[in-house]
């Protein structure tokens, strides 16, 4: 573990507890010894004593603070709604890899039932932020899929990879692929060199990969 994420890193005090403070616990921490903060919304790290330990809680008092390096995260993608579960065993992986934005929309072959847990979403990103070292969380938001601009279909028979410019945002169908409209409405289309057909959750790890790593 790299950090350790608290909203209220920054503050001058800070009262660490539930899962903050299980993680002191595992990592046999005492008084006296350095903690590192980070809040995951600015590139800095800050440090903290721990001042006091409770039973169910520590006090962590301001130390000092460290600017970071910004880190690029450029690369945007959509991803039509699938089930919720899928979604989740994929924020990880998507995270380390350096996408900064995914947008989630409704295609025709997405299913309609499905609720998303955003509060989850932000509780496995951080969890991911603290493991890979990662400053800033990748954003996670909905949008509807005719207001996404510079879009570029995944799609079999699409161009290389390489052609993908830094304003253009990959979009991954569901799991039924792209309906003969929407393959319609937007023609540019980039292409997996793969002989079988992936799953949702497969493509978009792979093209994610594909792309930065």
Known sequence: MRFLYCAGAGDETIELSRDGFAHLKAQRKRGGEILRLQNLRENIAYFYEISEIKRNSAKLVFAKKEELLAQNFWLKIGWAVCESAVIEKSLPFLNELGVGELLL???????KNVKL????????????????????????????????????????????FSTLGSDEILLIGAEGGWSDAERAKFKRKIGLKS???????????????????
Not at 125 to 148: D, F, P, T
Not at 197 to 211: D, F
């Open 105 to 111: 929309f409704y295609a025709d072959f997405s299913q």
């Open 117 to 160: 847990d955003f509060a989850r979403f932000e509780r496995i990103l951080a969890s991911s932020c603290e493991q890979c070292g990662r400053n800033l969380a990748m954003s996670v938001r909905v949008c509807e899929l005719e207001g996404i601009e510079n879009a570029v279909l995944l799609d079999f028979g699409g161009d290389d």
């Open 195 to 213: 002989s079988c057909v992936l799953r949702a959750q497969t493509a978009i790890i792979s093209a994610a990969a594909k792309i930065l790593a």
